[in-house]
């Protein structure tokens, strides 16, 4: 008999409740070609977000151009566009997430990129400006609900050793996709290669053609079992676990350890929304406050450099308007190694350290870019030196922020808590952020861009603060250790005080 068959499954308790080893059982597993199964399956469609969101700012130039196909100006696409796709996002979000923690995170994943691939689709046909304003609405909303499901559905299946650095660099992961949308617009917008109003099409359909490549992949990756054992299917939770470690023992050729312990929980069908919202700012006041402040520091600080990007190089440093994606997609790519160097650091020197570090640094080097810039010592080389400087650790930060709401709260309240404060810190950066920064980046005047600058560093050191005494020690602990599921026997009622992880200055 293998370890898998011989560890402990879900045995019967009282009437209404069940023992398991199942979190025991998942965060015991080494690294595996499941788990890789996994990274790719739910991961990779954070390539698309970044994509989809890159090809559209340097298309709408082409769009706008007589002969197109479509009616449309260049401020309507970056503006009420931009501005619908925002609010089908964080709309999208709310109401997904409250769907995957009632119906699971299989169900939920699946539906939305589905919702994501349609609309994608239909935006490439667009023939009236209506319409395409509908499906970038649509397209946000499949997204929106893409980060509830995504994120909580990983942190559930991958090991409590590896979470960290797992997160940091699949939600780092959408500036690869920057990166391939800035270079993919300028060949799809090249009209010796296509004409002026099939090539933006192609560029939109090229999304879901890789849509569809990770739809495939994705039916293979499971429900997690810790939905599943809370939700009244502890057997179908068990014998999921039971093959995937027969799955790993057969890979690695030797037998896992034994689980390190057990939970007892009542089992439900449901979670009602007025608990989720009581348990959220009741019970973890703390925690909603560490929340709040990572989303809208990282929200302001990315709108105060990249909302403005292609009008500063253009207005401060006379860049080309053709030549400007070749600058986005090198801090593309300086966003994109921030998580993937530093990621590994979150699980072994800790989150706290981590995490308030990234979002201090990074404001302190915005706030020096901001004083080299309001001197004049910068050329648009320089400049994008710098940002490449500080996106890099701002990243790392802005990663660990879906990363901390998707752990530190209970299992049946985390959908819902991804995609609460990711609504909140989308809609203060892409739309507060923008009303606030765009007067100040397209004004030409130096210190009106200073000041934007200034702000988005000011709100990131803040949240470092914040981070720096509200922070969870997460790293390398079961999530039900982090935050005890409202189901578990005996579980209370109030925020844990003086214990670790408990979401209080001595945490």
Known sequence: MTAASSSPGPAPAPTGTVTTAVPARLDRLPWSRWHWMIVIGLGTVWILDGLEVTIVGNVAGRIAEEGSGLDISAAQITGLAAAL???????????????????????????????????????????????????????????????????????ELIPSQYRGRVDLIINGSYWLGAIGGSLLSIVMLDTDIFPKDLGWRLSF??????????????????????????????????????????????EKGEKLPPPAGEITIHQRKSIGFGLIAKTVFRRYPRRAVLGLSLFIGQAFLYNAITFGFGTILITFFDVPTGST??????????????????????????????????????????FGTAWLFDRGSLTATTMTACWCVVLFFASAGASSAYLTVSEI???????????????????????????????????????????????????????????????????????????????????????????????????
Request: contains cysteine.
């Open 205 to 250: 359909a090229l999304g879901v053609v890789l849509g569809l490549v990770i739809l495939l992949v994705r039916r293979h990756v499971p429900e997690s079992p810790r939905w599943q054992f809370i939700h009244g299917q502890g057997e179908k939770a068990d014998a999921l676990v039971t093959s995937v470690e027969r799955e790993i023992e057969q």
């Open 409 to 507: 709260f209970p299992m049946e309240t985390r959908a819902m808590a991804i995609a609460f404060f990711y609504a909140l810190g989308t809609a203060a950066g892409g739309i507060s952020g923008p009303l606030l920064f765009a007067d100040l980046t397209e004004s030409g005047v130096v210190a009106d861009t200073v000041l934007a600058f200034q702000i988005g560093a000011g709100l990131m050191c803040a949240a470092g603060l914040v981070a720096a005494f509200l922070a969870v020690k997460a790293e390398r602990r079961s999530l039900e250790d982090i935050a005890e599921p409202l189901s578990s026997v005996g579980a209370g009622s109030a925020e844990p005080a003086g214990t670790p992880g408990s979401g209080t200055a001595g945490a």
């Open 85 to 155: 796709y925002v609010a089908g996002a964080c709309s999208g979000a709310l109401f997904f997430g409250w769907l995957t923690d009632r119906y699971g995170r299989k169900k939920l994943f699946m539906a939305t990129l589905v919702v994501y691939l349609a609309a994608t689709a239909l935006t490439a046909l667009s023939f009236e400006s209506w319409w395409f304003f509908l499906f970038r609405f649509l397209t946000g909303f499949g997204i929106g609900g893409e980060y509830a499901a995504i994120n909580s559905a990983i942190d």
């Open 325 to 366: 994606g070749y600058y986005f997609a090198v801090i593309a790519a300086g966003n994109f190694c921030g998580p993937l160097l530093l990621g590994h650091l979150f699980d072994t020197v800790g989150r706290r350290i981590m995490i308030s570090g990234t979002y201090l640094l990074s404001g302190i080097l915005l």
